[in-house]
């Protein structure tokens, strides 16, 4: 068969790049959605068309965060919910289906830190950091899928990781525990990728580098701004920007033969220091 003649009918039907981003009559619920990079996530999926839950602690903030994307032209809603506890992961699951009717994208963004030297470090800091960084996203994913996306046979879970799950640290860094969990988050991601594929569900790890944040903030004044950025390939910090691109191709059709993955955007950190 001469090239000329080959079939074009199969190409009939291909979408535009647009189109392949397009998240129009889709749903999201993210969580530590109110502020930081879940905002900017939230924002990115809503802008990109997709009706848009958000979950953190504090109502105030989360009434803000709503009314800062409906701004943008997003198409918003809250739930306050502590994503540390069981029984409130639940009600968030539950509560996001009744608004949304179904869950197509699933963020887990809400995430701790705490630092102490290994020797010394709390276990009920432990405790907290593993509860919310690792134990409320299983918990989350299980209620959803189980919920929403399993039965429909379709779904996308983006888990928000860091490079600190891809190395340790040296010097004034002391964050045993948070390395840790986003270490088990990242594998997690693969594991659940694995198994939950043949149900059309895609599971995949964002991996910032630094950003500035309230998380952030103390790192960011006990070493400097300059001093961080020189470790930088990039020689720059994250902004309001850098993970909407990554977290869109993972949340649209554009990305829908990625699964199993994990996205650094951290300016070239990982692919020099190894995290």
Known sequence: MTASAIPTTAHADRRSVQKLFDLSGRTALVTGGSRGLGLQIAEALGE?????????????????????????????SWIAADSSQPADVQRLADASLDMLGHVDILV?????????????????????????????????????????????????????????????????????????????????????????????????????GFFPSKMTAGLLAHVGVDTMRAHVPLRRLGDDEDLKGAALLLASDAGKHITGQLIAVDGGVSAVHGG
């Open 108 to 208: 887990n963004n809400a995430g701790a830190t705490w630092g102490a030297p290994a020797a010394d470090h709390p276990l009920d800091a432990w405790d907290k950091v593993m509860n919310l960084n690792v134990r409320a996203i299983f918990l989350l994913s299980q209620a959803i899928g189980k919920a929403s996306m399993i039965p429909r046979q379709r779904g996308r879970i983006i888990n928000v990781a860091s490079i600190a799950g891809l190395a340790g640290n040296t010097g004034a860094m002391t964050s045993v525990a948070y390395n840790t969990s986003k270490a088990a988050v990242i594998n997690f991601t693969r594991a659940l990728a694995g198994e939950w594929g043949v149900h059309g569900i895609n599971v995949n790890a964002l991996a910032p």
């Open 48 to 76: 990109a068309g997709a009706r848009v839950v958000i979950s953190a602690r504090k109502a105030s903030e989360l009434e803000a965060a709503v009314e800062a994307l409906k701004a943008r032209g997003v198409e918003a």
